[in-house]
């Protein structure tokens, strides 16, 4: 069964260094989004992708985090410099996303990436 | 600004009963509503969904019960049981074949044998 795969899966760091996760999502899906899950909350959008090119990042703290998928397929969430408020689960998921504009695909979420800032 | 306020935080069922959590949405977007299950150390997976121009759909145990008019949504389990267990996230999402979920909080269900 196809899986969304996600690594590093633990991630320790200090604040103020520089912190990168990568993600590879089921193939064929041409839609990625990164979700960040604070410890008893529920997952909140970061950035989507369609393709290559970024749909939504409205919600991307963007003096510190960035976010590519430079092909179209793989995807790689950095954030520099880390801060201790950026400690969470970072979700990878995927999505099919050719269909027209009232179906809805299913997401598919990766493992996560548990980051710890110190 | 929470768009979907899921409750209550945490369930505790006994094997055998009805696990039910609500959801209420302020977002009249919202043309899907999932239910998704994550369970610890994994991401969270799609359960059941549901279209606001259906008050109910069932799969198996699990059944969705949506009220339009009162922006209401609610999962239930029937005959829980401890492989149950785990938290359960209400979305709405309101984005095309692309989709935008906007997630609650999360119902932690403990079944307990």
């Known amino acids: 069964e196809a899986e969304v795969a996600q690594s590093p899966r633990y991630k320790i760091t200090e604040k103020s260094q520089a912190v990168a996760f990568w993600c590879d999502p089921i193939s064929g899906h041409a839609t990625l989004y990164w979700y960040r899950q604070i410890l008893g909350q529920g997952p909140e959008l970061l950035v989507q992708f369609q393709d290559e090119s970024v749909v939504d990042d409205s919600q991307l703290p963007k003096d510190r985090f960035s976010a590519e998928r430079l092909k179209g397929v793989d995807s790689t969430l950095k954030i520099q410099p880390a801060e201790l408020g950026d400690s969470a689960m970072y979700l990878c998921a995927s999505s099919y996303s050719h269909g027209p504009a009232n179906f809805r695909d299913e997401q598919f979420f990766g493992p996560g990436t548990r980051l710890t800032v110190l | 600004q929470q768009q979907v306020k899921q409750s209550p935080q945490s369930l505790i069922v006994q094997k055998g009963g009805i696990s039910i959590i609500n959801c209420a949405y302020e977002n009249t977007a919202f043309d899907y509503f999932p239910w998704y299950q994550q369970f610890p150390g994994k991401g969270p997976a799609l359960l059941i969904a549901i279209r606001p121009d259906v008050s109910e759909k069932k799969e198996g145990r699990f059944t969705i019960s949506f009220n339009k008019s009162a922006k209401q949504f609610s999962l239930h389990i029937m005959d829980s049981q401890p492989g149950d267990s785990a938290t359960y996230f209400c979305?709405?999402?309101?984005?095309?074949?692309?989709?935008?979920?906007?997630f609650g909080k999360g119902t932690k269900l403990s079944v307990k044998p």
């Open positions: 979305a709405g999402d309101y984005g095309g074949s692309q989709g935008n979920l906007i």
